[in-house]
């Protein structure tokens, strides 16, 4: 019933910016951005509930990425300022569909997923 697709991901120098962007159809309950780079666990990497509106950001990019959601188009965005080198990974859109833990919870915790859009960036 959800489906999530991504887009927006490339390749940026090290302190620029990208905006991914998550066309998300379907009733959610909490939406996310994970990532996981090679070698690496997939990520939290910043939450939203979608009635409430509240917002949850990892450490990492706390300050750096903003999280939001535009109801009207359906869409769920995650802006990247300031990035890094560590911030290269795979960036996944994550919906959960029941609430619990959306600011908390893992990967487990959200059971709709996009396919995913590369973030490289380089020194």
């Known amino acids: 019933q959800v489906q999530l697709v991504e887009s927006g991901g490339g390749s940026v120098q090290a302190g620029g910016s990208l905006r991914l962007s998550c066309a998300a159809s379907?009733?959610?309950?909490?939406k996310a951005w994970f990532r996981q780079a090679p070698g690496k666990e997939r990520e939290r990497v910043a939450t939203?509930?979608?009635?409430?509106?509240?917002?949850n950001y990892a450490d990492s990019v706390k300050g750096r990425f903003t999280i939001s959601q535009d109801n009207a188009k359906n869409t769920l965005y995650l802006q990247m300022n300031y990035l890094k080198p560590e911030d290269t990974a795979m960036y996944y859109c994550?919906?959960?569909?029941?609430?619990?833990?959306?600011?908390?919870?893992?990967?487990?915790?959200?059971?709709?997923w996009g396919q995913g859009t590369q973030v490289t960036v380089s020194s």
């Open positions: 939203i509930s979608s009635v409430i509106g509240s917002t």
């Open positions: 994550a919906a959960a569909t029941r609430g619990g833990a959306c600011h908390s919870g893992g990967p487990g915790t959200y059971n709709y």
């Open positions: 379907g009733y959610t309950y909490c």
